[in-house]
């Protein structure tokens, strides 16, 4: 099977036979990347597609049809769900979970007999906390460690930054709105240790924090707290989805 991870920067793919991996790929949305993805494609066996996108719909279009000419209708899209594989999504519109998020809970909940702390280090950075019962307490989104604000507002076009529910909060969102944290006096790396300390009191018990994202070394570097970087954390996930 091939999974395709389409987040707001950077394509990646996975090629996956028996829950092995035998070749991935990634590319950047530059002006022939839909031609890029078809010709790695064609070359391999695999019959069934499965994706988690964050896409806007010009570029969620261009993929489909991609994915078409290779799959037909051998296609899946994960979407974020209420519920799934013990794990119950903590949005109250549990469809706004960005999916990337979703996916890395599916996975932090098998690899993790426990508490977690999420925090995916990409051009957003993205914070989840996960109870050892499967419940989603909310999270936060920051503009990622290389991220200007001006291109964290553009990759979240459809969010009113206007809205009041955007202020700096003690308490995990459970909205996009309410997830969003701009300090317009500090970068987001600066404020991420308060955060993941102020945070994991709302566990009982000592939280395990994995790690993700092209920034995840650094996060690890500044946290000054035990932490495991898990690369493929929404890889796992959607395979782990994919089984069921």
Known sequence: MILLDCGNSQLKAQWQTAGQLQASYSCAYNQDWT??????????????????????????????????????????????????????????EPERLGVDRWMALIA????????????????????????????????????????????????????????????ETTEPGCSTEEAIHINYTHNSIDLLPGLVNRWTSYFDNEATILLAGGDAVEVQSVLQMPARIVPDLVFLGMARLAAQ
Not at 120 to 129: K, N, R, V, Y
Not at 149 to 161: A, C, N, S
């Open 35 to 92: 031609q890029r993805l078809g010709l790695w494609l064609q070359q391999l066996p695999a019959k069934h597609c499965y994706f988690a996108s964050v896409l806007d719909e010009t570029r969620g279009a261009r993929l489909e049809q991609c994915l078409k000419q290779k799959f037909d209708t051998a296609v899946t899209r994960f979407v974020s769900m209420p519920q799934a594989l013990g794990v119950t999504n903590g949005y109250r």
């Open 108 to 167: 932090a909940s098998e690899l993790v007999g426990g508490d977690v702390v999420i925090i995916d280090a990409g051009s957003a950075m993205t914070l989840d906390l996960l109870r050892a019962d499967g419940k989603h307490l909310g999270g936060a989104i920051l503009p990622g460690i290389n991220t200007s604000l001006d291109v964290f507002k553009r990759i979240f076009e459809h969010i009113d930054f206007d809205d009041p529910a955007i202020a």
